[in-house]
């Protein structure tokens, strides 16, 4: 596991140190290596998921390092069967401390299997943990605005009455991207105004400012503000 840190500490760039830590204030600069994301995905791609060293890595938490979350992270995302990957998922959830990790944690293997996913997203959105439910919200608005679509998944993302500031805007975020891929379901919330105030009016910005709204759509929304 310490040869991967030590993997991990050779791809330190300060200078992007500073940058990420004033997009993740609430860790301690000294924790941010400042890592760059396509090396990360390199160095996952070069690692696997089956060496000892990746297995004791992936089990080994909470990190230290910002970076070795998000190595975390990718090396989760390549894990190919999917009991393996939801257990790993499982046990990295409660650990992610910011929407960045959040974020990138998207296993590859869960477009193929989405349907099994159901359960464990109705579980997370029920967590105390604010990146728990910003990662069910987000599997949601990847996975469940297409073919396998279901209305109840809006209703219950609407239902979910939060404070904290990083599940608001992944619910605005999923309202907005729903919108354009399911306007017929969608629309009404805003119409019928049945989100949150705060979530409702982010989520019209970004339909505003999103590419895949029609400007007649969007007209309508600046009167819904």
């Known amino acids: 596991m310490q040869e991967i840190t030590e993997q991990?500490?050779?791809?330190a760039d300060p200078e992007n140190a500073v940058f990420v830590s004033r997009l993740i204030p609430h860790i301690p600069p000294e924790q941010i290596l400042g890592c760059r994301?396509?090396?990360?995905?390199?160095?996952?791609?070069?690692?696997?998921?089956?060496?000892?060293?990746?297995?004791?890595?992936?089990?080994?938490?909470?990190?230290?390092y910002f970076d070795e979350n998000q190595l975390h992270a990718f090396l989760i995302s390549?894990?190919?069967?999917f009991p393996a990957c939801i257990a790993a998922v499982e046990a990295f959830l409660p650990y992610v401390d910011n929407w960045a990790t959040c974020d990138q944690l998207s296993p590859a293997v869960f477009r193929k299997e989405a349907a099994?996913?159901?359960?464990?997203?109705e579980r997370w959105m029920q967590s105390e943990h604010t990146y728990t439910v910003r990662f069910a919200v987000g599997m949601l608005m990847q996975h469940f605005l297409g073919e396998l679509f279901d209305?109840?998944?809006p209703e219950r993302i609407a239902a979910i009455r939060s404070d904290e500031y990083y599940i608001n805007m992944e619910i605005a975020w999923y309202f907005a991207t729903a919108l354009a891929k399911q306007p017929e379901t969608i629309l009404p919330y805003l119409a019928q105004?049945?989100?949150?105030?705060?979530?409702?009016?982010?989520?019209?910005?970004?339909?505003?400012?999103?590419?895949?709204i029609p400007d007649e759509t969007k007209a309508y929304l600046r009167t819904l503000r």
């Not at 991990?8 to 791809?11: K, N, Q």
């Not at 105030?197 to 895949?212: A, L």
Request: aromatic share 6%; charged share 25%.
């Open 37 to 64: 994301t396509p090396p990360l995905r390199a160095l996952a791609k070069s690692l696997g998921t089956e060496s000892e060293a990746v297995q004791a890595f992936l089990q080994v938490l909470p990190h230290h």
């Open 8 to 11: 991990i500490r050779a791809l």
């Open 116 to 121: 099994q996913l159901v359960p464990y997203i």
């Open 151 to 153: 209305p109840v998944y």
């Open 193 to 212: 105004r049945r989100l949150p105030e705060w979530v409702h009016k982010k989520t019209i910005q970004k339909c505003i400012e999103s590419r895949r």
């Open 78 to 81: 390549r894990i190919r069967h």
